[in-house]
């Protein structure tokens, strides 16, 4: 497939079958996810590959209560975002709901995380991982896998760590549960470069956009 191609059809998918993932395409996705750009090429990233349902249902229960608490309500009261109908928008919720109660039913979680020792996280930490899961969304996108980008579990960052085994020093940074997708790919919902893009000063049109 084209980049552009799987770039612009790259959608959260959230409705995954619990069929079982070929090992052999979880490895072709961690590859792609290592050959991601990061800080000074340190490398400090680690994934965690879990497919034990036991780990699944402890998190999922922090992911849901997180849901039920902040993420769910939020939707109801927030307008939808550029190039999204509130039609699109409250159809997006149920698929999120979806997913929160059926999270522990992917077949295969892989966990970004650094390993940053006694280094306390900073703004710029994102920078070694988020490029890696990225890399890792599209190569599951390329190989017809349905996988969402989630940090949810971060509003209980500790129990959900602790319920994923992560020893100290090491932070997740998202959970990509992967599987074949219910649904189909299509156009991702987004407003136009001019809403979002400037030339030199802030606010001054991007020519062309």
């Known amino acids: 497939m084209d980049v552009f191609e799987i ?5 959260a998918m959230r409705r995954l079958k619990p069929d079982p993932v070929p090992d052999e395409l979880i490895r072709k996705i961690l590859r792609a ?3 991601a750009p990061n800080g000074a090429n340190t490398q400090r990233w680690r994934f965690l590959v879990v497919k034990d349902a036991t780990i699944k249902q402890d998190v999922q229960r922090w992911y849901k209560r997180a849901f039920d608490e902040t993420i769910g309500p939020r939707y109801l009261t927030s307008a939808p975002p550029p190039g999204v109908t509130k039609e699109k928008y409250l159809r997006q919720r149920a698929a999120v709901e979806y997913l929160t109660d059926h999270f522990h039913e992917a077949p295969v979680w ?8 006694t280094t306390a ?3 710029w930490s994102g920078a070694s991982i988020y490029p890696a899961v990225q890399n890792m969304l599209l190569a599951a996108r390329a190989l017809g896998l349905g ?3 989630t ?3 971060l509003l209980y960052e500790k129990e959900s760590e602790a319920a994923l ?3 100290p020093g090491v ?13 189909q790919f299509g156009p991702v919902g987004r407003g136009p470069l001019g809403d979002v893009v400037y030339q030199d000063r802030w606010g001054r049109p991007y020519p062309g956009a």
Request: hydrophobic content about 40%.
């Open 151 to 153: 940090t949810r579990h």
């Open 171 to 183: 932070h997740s940074y998202a959970i990509l549960p992967i599987g074949y997708p219910m649904g």
């Open 33 to 35: 996810g290592v050959c």
């Open 110 to 117: 892989i966990v970004a995380c650094l390993d940053e020792g």
């Open 165 to 167: 085994g992560l020893p």
């Open 7 to 11: 770039i612009g059809t790259m959608r």
């Open 147 to 149: 996988a969402t980008l």
């Open 121 to 123: 996280p900073a703004r």
